[in-house]
């Protein structure tokens, strides 16, 4: 018997309600910064957290995140640069 499937919007609201249901709606995430790129006035960060004991990453996300932008002449991300 074949189990029933999801939409991809179907998952993605069953998550957000699962996620918005048991966390506060805003939280700070403590990351480190690995890498930063533009693409088409969007940030999307690379974020890695590291054992302390070894420095070997532990938990990895790419984030898009367009609040804030890359600077294009040395395309370093600047929080607030447009």
């Not at 179907?10 to 709606?25: D, H, P, S, W, Y």
């Not at 995140?65 to 447009?82: N, V, Y």
Request: some cysteine; proline content about 5%.
């Amino acid at each position: 018997m074949r189990e029933a499937s999801l939409t991809l919007f179907e998952l993605n609201t069953l998550v957000r309600q699962a996620i918005e249901g048991t966390l506060n709606r805003e939280y700070w995430v403590e990351a480190e910064l690995s890498e930063c790129r533009e693409s088409h006035g969007h940030c999307y960060m690379e974020l890695v957290q590291k054992a302390d004991a070894n420095a070997t990453p532990i938990a990895l996300s790419g984030l898009p995140f367009s609040p804030i932008s890359c600077a294009r002449q040395d395309s370093r991300c600047m929080p607030g640069s447009r």
